[in-house]
């Protein structure tokens, strides 16, 4: 599970700071609680370019899938909500 | 860790570190003439930074206004505050026309006019006819020029066999016993295993550091990991002092909020709730320039006066302007409110703070893109078969302050002009060069070192203190007292370095690993930065000094180089004169 977590992280590195700070925070706070549905969906919406995650993560396009869709809906409330546990790796410090 | 004889090596005539515009378009020119090049990237390549740059390339095309490439070298000379490099901003600007041309043949969309020709939108700082009329220069791809060059060079690159390293960090650069550089140490990610490439040429191509600074634009990658393996081979860094902040980044966050919220209306307000900048510019009040906006927030939060429980940002208000103004001509800043903050900004205030956003400084080149450093001979002579190009590069065409638009110009002219000069490189240096052991262990100690076992600081909590440190002590806020204990308490920082350790030791995607030797990597062009802005006691574009508020030409027309070895600062002069035109001397910076 940890050595899955590293191998997202660094698929978490992206070309924008707002798409690092959406996808590490998910990562760090919510990424455990997935299903493997869910992490597959996850591992999925990593594969999109650039700009594709920012259009819909900052809302100006919505996945026609729906399982996308959702989990876009879930990377964004965990961006306002608090930390629901400790979180152990350098995205602490945003 | 593995001895160096133990290492498998591979062979390549060129190596390139970074995927960026420079890095790409310097392989494209090389892997279409057949060279063998290796692109060493430590995200997948699409995922490089220059993914986000939104503005466009300047090129003097005069497709919607009169322009000339000589009227775009007077702009890019006076923005730099003429510490720019006459003959290179002579390059930049002619090249700009045909390399608009060729990304325009290798596909990039570039919006149109409606005659058919590439649309070209006016930006500050452009001007016809050396200091009259608002230009017309920027080409772009709609809002995602960046975007469309990545794909645009990753996809030729492909066609043309360029061999992808994806998800390789770089270590170290090796060099000979003679200074030549032979090729790299790199670590793949995935198995954490070390390989050695040995190259003919290398080219530096790592893009910018604004990770060093705790409120930033940049995505996490940009570390600075080709400046920091430059001043490690022993290559100074050159005027690293200057470094653009944008005034209004969310705060704690970073991202911009565009100058646009304060041209449609917008105005800052204070903990007091005082529309603070009609104290420091009666006049131009929110509209005053970046620099003095930038400073002005910090002196107001450094005076007590800030927002929010801990005082430490200052409200951008525009909720006055009305919804239909703020969704309709601010969308972006829209969207970013809603996601990041959870607030409409039509509605409510945004918390920012001033955010850094781009390096002029870097590895010091010429404008053939070759790396160049104080030797015997002098103060520019060439390190064989050592290049950069990019944000990490300082050819300088920047100088003090960059004008927007030709960030993007800068990484293509000078990507390929690297290639041009690798190509006439390898035609004169056909062999490698051998490769001793010796020449490689530096690089496999700097990777044994993190190996070292036991209890120690971590990695993270490192990295967020030598980040607030440089906010605060070398960010838009500079004097001699303030920056003077900025440098004590980051060598007591680096010395701390020594003592952190890894929980974690494994070797397949031990991503913490990566993180520490960014850390080190961010530590040095820290350390370039603030020690070249503390002796620089004049203001110039970027760096503005409280304690030295003018430009000090008879001092200070050279450009800095720092040296890691001593922490050893070294100047060496601007270089004034153009190619073939005359040269532009220094004016009083006003517009």
Known sequence: ?94 | MPAARSLPHRHFDALIIGAGGAGLNAALRLAAANLRVAVVSKVFPTRSHTVAAQGGVNAALANALPDNWHWHMFDTVKGSDYLGDQDAIETMCREAIPTVYELEHAGVPFSRLDNGKIYQRAFGGQSQNFGGEQAARTCAAADRTGHAILHTLYQQNLRAKTHFFDEYFAVDLIRDDEGVAIGALVLDIESGEPLIIEAKTTLLATGGYGQVFRTNTNAFINTGDGMAMALRAGVPLQDMEFYQFHPTGVAGKGMLITEGARGEGGYLVNGEGERFMERYAPKARDLASRDMVSRSIVTEIREGRGCGPNKDYVLLKVDHLGADVVHHRLPGITDICRVFLGIDPAKEPIPVFPTAHYAMGGIPTDRHARVVAPARHGPEEVVPGLYAAGECACVSVHGANRLGGNSLLDILVFGRAAGTDILSYVAEHPNHRPMLDAHIEPAIARLARWERQGEGERVADVKAELRRLMEDHCGVFRDQPTMAEGVEKLKALRERVEGVRLRDHSQTFNTARIEALELDNLVDVGMATMMSALHRDESRGAHSRVDHPERDDERWMKHSLYLREDDRMDYKPVRTKPLTVESFPPKPRVY
């Open chain 1, 1 to 94: 599970m940890e050595r899955q977590i590293q191998r997202l992280r660094w698929q978490c590195r992206r070309g924008m700071l707002e798409l690092d700070l959406l996808l590490n925070r998910f990562l760090d706070q919510r990424y455990a609680e997935l299903d493997s549905a869910g992490s597959a969906d996850f591992e999925r919406l990593l594969g999109y370019q650039d700009q594709i995650l920012q259009d819909w993560l900052l809302g100006q396009a919505v996945p026609a899938d729906p399982a996308l869709s959702r989990l876009v809906a879930a990377i964004q409330d965990c961006m306002l909500e608090g930390p629901r546990a400790s979180s152990s790796n350098a995205g602490a410090e945003r």
